[in-house]
């Protein structure tokens, strides 16, 4: 049987809401080369969607597996957030994550703690 719908939702962000540094200003601080176009100010003048604007900078990385995958460890999950979401889903909360960030990393650092949300 699966389990019962909580009849309660929270609806959160990630990077820089449930972590203390967001991927995105990461990448961007330490991982562009010189030179890179300025894909944010593309963004913010309509010029490109969000997501393509993301796109872009990650496909301007310029960083091992090993770097990038430090860069997320470095983006500091908020410690307090198991037991924050064991909490709400004890009194009928679910979570939800929306975020426009990338789901790999969001998954890799939530079950590195052992937090299953969706």
Not at 63 to 92: H, I, Q
Request: with cysteine.
């Amino acid at each position: 049987m699966p389990a019962p719908k909580p009849g309660k939702v929270l609806v959160t962000d990630f990077d820089g809401t449930m972590t203390r540094e967001d991927f995105y200003r990461l990448v961007v601080g330490e991982m562009l080369p010189p030179g890179t176009p300025d894909h944010w100010g593309e963004y913010r003048r309509g010029e490109i969607p969000h997501f393509e604007c993301l796109r872009r900078y990650f496909a301007c990385i310029r960083a091992t597996e090993a770097e990038v995958l430090s860069a997320v460890d470095r983006m500091g999950l908020d410690p307090g957030l198991p037991a924050a979401v064991a909490e709400l889903n004890a009194a009928g909360w679910g979570v939800v994550v929306a975020s426009a960030g990338c789901e790999w990393y969001i998954r890799k650092l939530l079950g590195a703690a052992g937090v299953d949300v969706e």
